[in-house]
């Protein structure tokens, strides 16, 4: 079965630096793979995906993921931090087994940003 | 998000009763889905649908059912509300993971259960 681990329930960053967030994943074949973001009180947003194609993919506010399948890692990163970007952020994977349609989250990351 | 509401949007409801949740669609969605999310755990897979009167469970299934009558709505019940399962529950539809990469999320119900 799938699963994904991230690395640190809580990551803090200044305003303008790098955002780095981990995440790892346990699949015997090359699974799809999702980054949310939660704001509060809100549900989740899609960041981004990565299903065939171009390892290196990029997301909506500035964010990008590359899958390096010889690490099964699936990293966030964000060259610059913005306050706006505090939030929670998950990391997903779906694979063959579950027909692919079926979404396992990690624990999520909450990233804290400060002046 | 637009095309996808639940509700209630919050609930405080008694040890023993029954609690019926709602998630309604209008994006016709052939996959929808249930999930609860807690501190430490993420997001966890309750019961998913792939179609009307199709459903199956996840890997938290114990003490919720769920039903499919229409393409647009799909209801969680907790049979017999407990503490554990006061949670934040999430709804999320899906055209299919392959063709469009992933889920959209509805805002959530907040359950406490006292």
């Known amino acids: 079965a799938q699963s994904v681990t991230q690395l640190g329930s809580h990551v803090s960053v200044s305003e303008g630096a790098l955002v780095l967030l981990r995440c790892n994943y346990s699949s015997s074949v090359p699974p799809y793979l999702f980054w949310y973001v939660q704001y509060p009180n809100q549900g989740l947003q899609l960041l981004l995906k990565?299903?065939?194609?171009?390892?290196l993919v990029k997301g909506i506010n500035g964010f990008e993921a590359e899958f390096k399948k010889s690490e099964t890692s699936f990293h966030l990163t964000k060259p610059s931090a913005h306050m706006s970007d505090a939030a929670e952020y998950f990391c997903a994977v779906s694979g063959v087994n579950t027909g692919f349609q079926k979404l396992v989250f990690g624990t999520g990351t909450r990233l804290l940003v400060s002046p | 998000d637009a095309g996808i509401t639940q509700s209630p949007r919050h609930k405080v409801t008694e040890t023993g009763t029954p609690v019926t949740l709602r998630c309604h669609q209008t994006?016709?969605?052939?996959?929808m889905y249930w999930y609860r999310q807690d501190p430490g755990h993420g997001l966890r897979l309750i019961h998913y649908s792939y179609g009307v009167k199709d459903t199956d469970k996840g890997e938290v299934s114990d003490g919720y059912s769920v039903s499919r009558s229409k393409t647009e709505d799909f209801l969680l019940t907790l049979e017999s509300a407990t503490s554990s399962q006061t949670s934040v529950y999430f709804c999320?539809?899906?055209?299919?993971?392959?063709?469009?990469?992933?889920?959209?999320f509805g805002s959530g119900t907040r359950l406490t259960v006292v």
């Open positions: 999320a539809i899906s055209e299919g993971v392959q063709d469009t990469g992933g889920y959209t």
């Open positions: 994006e016709n969605h052939r996959y």
């Open positions: 990565y299903t065939t194609g171009a390892t």
